[in-house]
């Protein structure tokens, strides 16, 4: 079984940074696509950014909404960070990160019903 905690969440002003962490336990080796979703009050759960790869290899990919603002790296085999700037208020949002043992770039990565491990969340607040 495979545990993930997020962190790095909190409130920040419109045009600053934040990182967010995900933290794996458990059976982390096994973690071969890692995925950022977020999910504002109202709204359904949504894709942000995802990571596939071991080692010292990894490539990524990032939704519309936040391309050329974020960065997802893998930093070790148990944890993976997502840094976002220039933050807009419609960035407000649950973060959740979610992980899964098999190689999902050419699969529905961008699904939430395609992952197999999820975390709680972390909030992110973005005033105006």
């Given at each position: 079984?495979?545990?993930?905690?997020?962190?790095?969440?909190?409130?920040?002003?419109?045009?600053?940074?934040?990182?967010?962490?995900?933290?794996?336990?458990?059976?982390?080796?096994?973690?071969?696509?890692?995925?950022?979703?977020?999910?504002?009050?109202?709204?359904?759960?949504?894709?942000?950014?995802?990571?596939?790869?071991?080692?010292?290899?990894?490539?990524?990919n990032y939704a519309d909404s936040?391309?050329g603002r974020a960065t997802i790296?893998?930093?070790?085999?148990?944890?993976?960070?997502?840094?976002?700037?220039?933050?807009?208020?419609?960035?407000?949002?649950?973060?959740?990160?979610?992980?899964?043992?098999?190689?999902?770039?050419?699969?529905?990565?961008?699904?939430?019903?395609?992952?197999?491990?999820?975390?709680?969340?972390?909030?992110?607040?973005?005033?105006?």
């Amino acid at each position: 079984q495979v545990q993930l905690v997020e962190s790095g969440g909190g409130l920040v002003q419109a045009g600053g940074s934040l990182r967010l962490s995900c933290a794996a336990s458990g059976r982390t080796f096994s973690l071969y696509t890692v995925g950022w979703f977020r999910q504002a009050p109202g709204k359904e759960r949504e894709f942000v950014s995802v990571v596939w790869g071991a080692g010292h290899t990894y490539y990524a990919n990032y939704a519309d909404s936040v391309v050329g603002r974020a960065t997802i790296s893998r930093d070790n085999a148990n944890t993976v960070t997502l840094q976002i700037n220039s933050l807009k208020p419609e960035d407000t949002a649950i973060y959740y990160c979610a992980g899964d043992r098999r190689d999902l770039s050419t699969y529905y990565y961008t699904r939430v019903s395609t992952y197999e491990y999820w975390g709680q969340g972390t909030q992110v607040t973005v005033s105006s």
